[in-house]
């Protein structure tokens, strides 16, 4: 089956006691048992519900995984990811992780002993000094957010697996669509379903996809021991988005390559960051391991940053809101948005200066979505 054909269909199918072709909305918190402990797979919707049954069989499924638990969030997800490590252990990740996925580890897990360090994953060598190591994960983000920098994932898995360290892959930004980590022998797969596998910025979510059982077992226990399942209705509003992914990211990936294309050469730009541009340092990665580019486009305005800030208030089309993935196009600035929480030094260190500014280009006429970037631009 098709990837379309299995966002459709995969753990779709009609209600079996009335034939509704959309399963319902199992809202409960709990379920009749026949006798003590005899139940029908389901006893507490913190462990358990129909409605996430249902989208881990189409998550997993498209990520060409065998299992997927979704979770409260995408950080949600990452804390059940790290909840299943020890105190003493040593998570490796990038140097431009998500703002949020930096705090969790850096504020709430360092307390429990978790230490994490971060290295430029551009660079194989330092790759390899850092999993020589043997630290117990290595947590990928690729294309980061914001700054869209590409490692060759499947070979810092070859070193991974070398050194015997856990794999992770923080897909949120090129979604299944684009690229499928588990093919190349990463161990888990983790979303954000808030951004473009939801797709219309109405729910928060996350998932992790493994082919791993005792991993999904981990997981679907940490889920239920801290708390951290989603709703049914989230759920099944995520089950509802992800239908159209294929489409949507189609048309995300052809209107930010125009959006990448129309900045670069415009006076009052000085840098575009867009993985489909073969001015991007790594586009060849890109080129060789992604399906398509995504819809993400980051820039560096030649302007002051009063006038950059002036510039993402004034858009008509694009929202100034945090997220991404949505139907609708936003602006963000990461450094006092989305990445705020990262100390400003460490950000300017890594690449993210205080001009930054962060497009998602959404799925509107591309012809309103360049006017109003060239109107506003005009203004400043
Ligand atoms: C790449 C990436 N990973 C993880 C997250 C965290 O997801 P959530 O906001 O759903 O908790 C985000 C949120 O922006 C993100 O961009």
Known sequence: MKFSTKAIHKGQEADQSTGAVIPPIYMTSTYKQEWPNQHKGYDYTRAGNPNFTNLEQTLASLEEGKYATVFSSGLGATTALISTLDSGDTVVAGQDLYGGTFRLLNSIFK??????????????????????????????????????????IPAIIKI????????????TFATPYFQNPLTWGVDVVLHSTTKYIGGHSDVVGGTLITNDLEYDTKFKFNRMSIGLNP???????LTRGVKTLAIRMEQHAKSAMEVAKYLEVHPKVKTVFYPGLESHPQHTIASRQMRGFGGIVSVEFDLTLEQTKKLISSFNIFTLAESLGGVESLV???ASMTHASIPREERIKNGLNDGLVRFSVGIEHIDDIIKDIEQQLKLV
């Open 160 to 171: 991974a697996k070398k050194h015997n360290v856990m794999t992770a892959v923080d897909n």
């Open 111 to 152: 307390s429990y002993g978790i230490k994490l360090e971060l290295i430029n994953t551009l660079d194989l060598d330092e790759v390899e000094n850092a999993l020589a190591n043997k630290p117990k994960l290595i947590i990928l983000e690729s294309p980061t957010n914001p700054l869209l920098r590409i490692s060759d």
């Open 231 to 237: 709703s049914p209705f989230d759920a099944w509003l």
């Open 332 to 334: 963000d600035h990461p």
